[in-house]
């Protein structure tokens, strides 16, 4: 308790939309309020204010179990108040009130449908079963709780609705416009929240606001709004089954607010059951606490109108690139512009807020990509002639544009695009400005217009997709090929005032404080991971797959793309499963060959942390790294021995000869036929060994000799103690 007695609230999500009002509506109720907030948190601002009006501030992450329990035993009373991306994690939370022991009411982040008595589309239903779950094991968890169903946000949906801010004279409606909804100003919810939080009325209860005078339609809502302005606005209705398509074409999580608009404004759910005697209505158990009607709602919109960035929401489709509707590529490139264009035309149908950004070039990305400042060479590629124009805009950059266009009336349903003068430039400006900037001079090594379109169309899907981009970007120069019409919106000329960054001005960044490559440049990793094909022969069966692999290699070195192979051999836990069964109670074991031929066996885990270091190391752009630490290097013979010495058990070895393998790998049919050709070469052959390591080639535990990585008997170990199921390692 505060000093007053008043319970101590600590808020999570406490930035976030309905979270801050929460947040202001605790203070102003006289309770001592904490919020408990991520490190990096971007609200830098909002945090300020909130601590200025003597909020406390925690900082942590959800998945810092110790700091959340820490924060937990301040206070007394928990809200969440965590957008849908987070309902699951809501588990942490209730995990760690387990532990804190101290907390006397728990809120999760619900505040809208009443999920138990209502069903959805899909995409919105998959969201309440989510929260559904979350209240069964608070239900179960024997923490004191009230769920709250607060039905809409008003002023969110006053704005989604109305667009008070828009100039338009037509207005969408969903379905028939008479389903009756129930607007709550978010202030109220607020105010309502923080009483039920604290009242011994609503402990482990379901606490309903639906007063009468927030239930309203459509129509009627807009009727209302025309009174008040004196405006006529025209009804453009999309239809039910508009919105259930929607729904279903959609990519996930974009579908969401579309399900969620179905079921509150065309099916009407929040309305679909009746209040039973024993249910709880906040306004009903609160008549003295004044709450905003709808007529007032309006009457705020009318004089004093919210931001629309403070209520409703605009979405901007991922896009962020070309101007899809005004260019043309190749086929693998055109088929993700036609997947966009389906999205946008769906978009532009829905009567959702939109806009949309193409904002051309990643700048650092493509300053990376196309110089390779990390890299030493002499020698840069220059795809077609170099003299296409390209627009490069700073990663930073298009960020702060976006933010602003994405709560400026003004780019509402409209296309931005990022175009500023000083960023439009040609490959071969820009590395005429590289070598003036650091003295150096690079070879020009050019890669036709054919050689791209004949890659675009050997690379198997989806490693074609990057060369079609770069063809159509700084081959064809698809960003320059269309003149900015006069009512086109270019960002830089819309906020004169907010600085960009110039190619020159980037240039100097990587001169000075150069982004890692990782930040900028993308690098390309086949799937590889196993033998190193360009030095060993095998089965026909096997061979051909080690063909593929090789025409790749080679597509991939040709196209100037940057890239690492990875040989990792033998993924280990795999392969023990496979050569000693020790899930099995057999006491015979299959030996292929002699069982003297030396293999590579290495632990998937490290496999993939080796993985993830080379695939941004500047060392290993455009080489192969092979994983051959000298500990892992094991005859089948040895391991079997090994084995036999940790488990106290005697097993039979079965020999299979090598001729066995090749009449197998000869009968059976394809592809079955493929994993006996690949235990022939690595176990019989010992193809992994039949090559020595030269001087300049990576191996992956010398180069990082502080990683530590798993040995052969180390991973023998894990199988003893806590052996990874057949399924996840072994084949059949």
Wanted: with cysteine; proline share 6%; net charge negative.
């Amino acid at each position: 308790m505060g000093s007053e007695g008043k319970e101590k609230i600590l808020i999570l999500g406490g930035t976030g939309y309905i979270g801050s009002y929460m947040v202001k509506a605790s203070i102003l109720m006289g309770h001592p309020t904490y919020i408990y907030s991520r490190p990096n948190s971007l609200n830098t601002h909002l945090l300020q204010q909130f601590q200025s009006m003597g909020v406390i501030v925690l900082k942590g992450e959800l998945e810092e179990h110790e700091k959340l329990v820490s924060a937990l035993r301040q206070v007394d009373v928990v809200i969440s108040a965590l957008g849908y991306p987070q309902v699951l994690d809501q588990f942490k939370i209730i995990d760690a009130i387990k532990v804190a022991g101290n907390i006397k009411r728990f809120l999760p982040s619900e505040f809208g449908c009443e999920e138990d008595r209502i069903t959805a589309l899909a995409p919105f239903q998959a969201l309440l079963d989510d929260k559904k779950k979350i209240r069964r094991a608070l239900e179960a968890s024997g923490i004191p709780y009230t769920l709250v169903s607060a039905n809409c946000f008003g002023a969110y949906f006053v704005n989604y609705l109305l667009r008070p801010h828009n100039q338009q004279d037509d207005v969408i409606v969903y379905g028939s416009g008479e389903a009756k909804a129930v607007l709550n100003y978010e202030e109220d919810i607020a105010k309502y929240t923080i009483k039920v939080a604290t009242d011994p009325r609503t402990c482990n209860r379901i606490v309903i606001y639906r007063p009468s005078k927030n239930i309203i339609s459509q129509l009627e809502l807009l009727s209302l709004w025309e009174k008040k302005t004196g405006r006529k606005f025209k009804r453009v209705h999309v239809s039910d089954q508009e919105m259930v398509t929607l729904s279903q074409t959609l990519p996930h999580p974009d579908n969401i607010p579309v399900s969620i608009v179905h079921s509150l404004f065309i099916k009407g759910v929040l309305m679909s059951y009746e209040l039973a005697e024993d249910d709880i209505e906040a306004s009903t158990l609160y008549p003295d606490l004044h709450f905003t009607t709808i007529e007032q709602l309006l009457d705020i919109f009318l004089h004093n109108p919210p931001k629309p960035a403070s209520a409703a929401f605009r979405f901007l489709p991922s896009e962020f690139g070309c101007e899809e509707d005004r260019i043309t590529a190749l086929a693998p490139f055109q088929a993700l512009l036609d997947d966009k264009k389906k999205i946008r035309r769906a978009l532009e149908a829905s009567g959702i807020p939109y806009t949309l950004v193409s904002a051309n070039c990643f700048g650092a990305y493509f300053v990376n990509y196309l110089l390779r400042p990390h890299n030493q060479q002499d020698d840069v590629i220059v795809y077609g002639s170099g003299e296409a124009k390209a627009v490069l805009n700073y990663e930073e950059d298009i960020a702060k544009y976006t933010i602003k266009v994405a709560t400026d009336p003004r780019t509402c349903n409209r296309i931005v695009i990022y175009r500023p003068s000083k960023n439009i430039i040609s490959q071969l400006e820009l590395l005429s400005l590289r070598e003036k900037k650091t003295g150096r001079k690079f070879k020009r090594v050019h890669v036709s217009d054919q050689e791209m379109v004949t890659l675009s169309q050997t690379l198997p899907h989806p490693d074609n997709i990057p060369v079609s981009i770069v063809h159509s970007l700084f081959v064809k120069g698809v960003l320059m090929s269309y003149e900015l019409a006069e009512d086109d919106i270019e960002a830089s000329t819309l906020y004169p005032d907010l600085h960009y960054t110039t190619i020159e001005q980037l240039l100097d960044i990587f001169l000075h404080n150069p982004p890692k490559p990782t930040s900028a440049a993308f690098r390309f990793l086949p799937s590889e991971f196993g033998c190193e094909e360009d030095r060993i022969t095998a089965l026909a069966p096997f061979q051909a797959l080690l063909d593929d692999k090789k025409k790749i290699r080679r597509a991939l070195e040709a196209s100037g793309i940057p890239y690492t192979l990875v040989s990792a051999n033998c993924f280990g836990a795999h392969f023990v499963n496979y050569l000693l069964r020790p899930h099995n109670q057999q006491d015979d074991v299959i030996v292929y060959g002699s069982g003297e031929a030396k293999a590579v066996l290495n632990y998937e885990e490290d496999i993939a942390k080796y993985t993830i270091k080379v695939a941004t190391d500047p060392r290993t752009c455009n080489r192969i790294v092979i994983y051959r630490p000298s500990k892992n290097i094991i005859s089948q013979l040895e391991l079997l021995s090994l084995w036999e010495k940790k488990t106290g058990r005697k097993f039979k070895r079965v020999h299979v000869s090598d001729q066995e393998m090749v009449t197998l790998s000869q009968t059976l049919p394809h592809p079955d036929n493929i994993p006996v050709s690949i235990v022939h070469s690595l176990f019989v052959k010992g193809v992994l060994m039949s090559y020595e390591l030269a001087e300049d080639d990576i191996e992956a535990s010398t180069l990082y000799p502080d990683l530590h990585y798993t040995t052969i008997e180390q991973l023998l170990d894990i199988f003893l103690h806590n052996p990874p199921k057949p399924t996840s390692a072994a084949f059949v």
